[in-house]
């Protein structure tokens, strides 16, 4: 299996958080995503770079949010996340990177 550039655009970070921690504990791992990338694009993506076999792919859109840091008035970017379901067996370790 050859590892494409254009997996490493669709795929962009994994999310870890404690929320993220336990779905790891059911096979479920979140990532952000490239906002135009389909589930299937994310699949293949997933499958190819970290030669798992994946079941399943949530997907959600959380919209940015207005804040204020140090007086200055901003708003965070919009942000895709993935949730995939990996096969039984198959596991994603996080922390080493891609």
């Known amino acids: 299996m050859t590892k494409d550039a254009r997996h490493y655009d669709t795929i ?7 929320k993220a921690t336990i779905a790891s504990e059911n096979n479920q791992f979140v990532f952000k995503v490239a906002r135009n990338a389909t ?3 994310i699949k293949a993506a997933i499958e190819k ?15 940015g949010k207005n804040k204020v ?5 901003g708003r965070q970017q919009d942000m ?3 949730i995939v379901t990996l096969a039984d067996g198959d ?3 996080v922390t080493t990177g891609l």
């Open 39 to 41: 589930k299937p694009q």
């Open 69 to 73: 840091f140090r007086g200055v008035r």
């Open 91 to 93: 596991r994603i370790d």
């Open 12 to 18: 962009v970070a994994p999310v870890i958080t404690e």
């Open 80 to 82: 895709k996340k993935a």
């Open 49 to 63: 770079l970290f030669d798992v076999k994946v079941t399943a792919v949530n997907t959600l859109l959380r919209k």
